[in-house]
């Protein structure tokens, strides 16, 4: 038994937010999950961190099993094989939900979010349900990012807020903090997308459900070492998930302004 499901072993935790988990999710990360989690543990000490891996051909699982071997702080989930960063983040869920943690924090692994801007999505945490860390909101920073990247996240993200009718400067960000009382009020049973849209359906979600969502403007860095996951075929998914949930929106709100809406107006969403 660790210190994860030994309840008399577990830390107070974070003031104002409890026992928080860090989900980072790894797919031949090898160069990096060293790094990553030796920076989170420094950043906040009173977090604990599970590697979620998929299996990885460089070995990416056993460098993790190593660090968890050291640190009784750090987890390691071992999945079957490449499913996703959507899976792979809903394995992470549940896993905290199992072992009673108050907040799971969603966390890329290879530097791109920086996990000294942890803290303050944390204090943020102590006041909303949902905490992105965003690229796009004032006092944010986008390092090494070529044009087209940075157009096509701008241009995406303010598809996602008008096509869904979200208060979310950042919806694809992927760096998060959740409050266990926000993943449990969300049907993450019905999530099915990855990447960029696996994130946006969260955040709509959330949005939907009527949660505190707060933005914080972090440091966004592209990563340093080994290969970036972003393909067409992400960007593609996440285009036309939006486009499929606006067009649902849309019709259910339509409905529900047929059907007994005040002076037959059709309430947005």
Not at 199 to 218: D, N
Request: proline share 5%; hydrophobic share 40%; aromatic share 6%.
């Amino acid at each position: 038994m660790n210190e994860a499901t030994d309840p008399t072993r577990r830390a107070a935790g974070v003031r104002g937010v409890g026992r928080v988990l860090v989900v980072i999710p790894t797919y031949n990360e090898a160069d990096n999950v060293s790094e990553i989690v030796d920076r989170v543990r420094r950043a906040a000490p009173a977090v604990e961190v599970l590697v979620a891996d998929d299996n990885s051909p460089d070995g990416t699982g056993a460098i993790a099993d190593a660090l968890a071997g050291t640190d009784p702080r750090v987890h390691v989930l071992h999945r079957e094989g490449k499913q996703g960063l959507g899976a792979a983040y809903l394995a992470g869920f549940a896993w905290a939900r199992e072992r009673g943690y108050d907040a799971v924090v969603e966390m890329d692994a290879d530097g791109s979010h920086a996990p000294e801007d942890l803290p303050a999505l944390l204090d943020a945490a102590r006041d909303a349900d949902v905490v992105i860390g965003s690229r796009w909101t004032r006092g944010a920073q986008v390092v090494n990012w070529p044009l087209r990247r940075l157009a096509l996240s701008r241009c995406g993200n303010l598809y996602a807020r008008l096509a869904l009718g979200m208060p979310v400067s950042d919806a694809t960000g992927g760096y998060r903090v959740y409050r266990r009382s926000a993943l449990d009020a969300m049907d993450l049973a019905s999530v099915c997308s990855q990447g960029y849209s696996f994130q946006v359906e969260l955040s709509r979600l959330a949005h939907r459900a009527g949660m505190r969502i707060a933005e914080v403007p972090i440091t966004f860095a592209e990563r340093e070492r080994g290969d970036s996951k972003m393909s067409p075929l992400i960007v593609a998914e996440a285009l036309w998930r939006i486009t499929t949930w606006a067009v649902a929106d849309r019709r259910q709100a339509i409905r529900r302004g047929l059907h007994g809406t005040p002076n037959g107006q059709v309430r947005w969403p």
